[in-house]
């Protein structure tokens, strides 16, 4: 089993920064490429940022600027500077492991981390 513990969320003020962290563990082969996603009260899940094996990053829009991605083997980061009200969710942390080589990869979700950003 592959197992994603995502850390960092909380309450910060508009215009402040908070840093996410999502750690694989497990048994799997290599992680492929993860991402973080967001869901707000009401609102559909999205992908706010994803990484490959090479660390090839790519953003939503709306985050472009604001957020970076990184990525230590299997922890990846989000780092998430000038933080809006809009920015307010709860966020969940992706990844395609390879737990059996030559294998297609298995999708895991790590339990969600709440980000409150106040005005």
């Known amino acids: 089993q592959v197992q994603l513990v995502e850390s960092g969320g909380g309450l910060v003020q508009a215009g402040r920064s908070l840093t996410l962290s999502c750690a694989a563990s497990?048994?799997?082969?290599?992680?492929?490429?993860m991402g973080w996603y967001r869901q707000a009260p009401g609102k559909e899940r999205e992908l706010v940022a994803a990484?490959?094996?090479?660390?090839t990053t790519a953003y939503a829009n709306s985050v472009k600027g604001r957020f970076t991605m990184s990525r230590d083997n299997n922890i990846m980061y989000l780092q998430m500077n000038s933080l809006k009200p809009e920015d307010t969710a709860v966020y969940y942390c992706n990844a395609a492991a390879i737990v059996v080589p030559l294998r297609p990869p298995v999708e895991v979700w790590g339990q969600g981390t709440l980000v409150t950003v106040s005005s």
């Open positions: 497990g048994k799997f082969f290599s992680i492929n490429t």
């Open positions: 990484i490959t094996s090479s660390s």
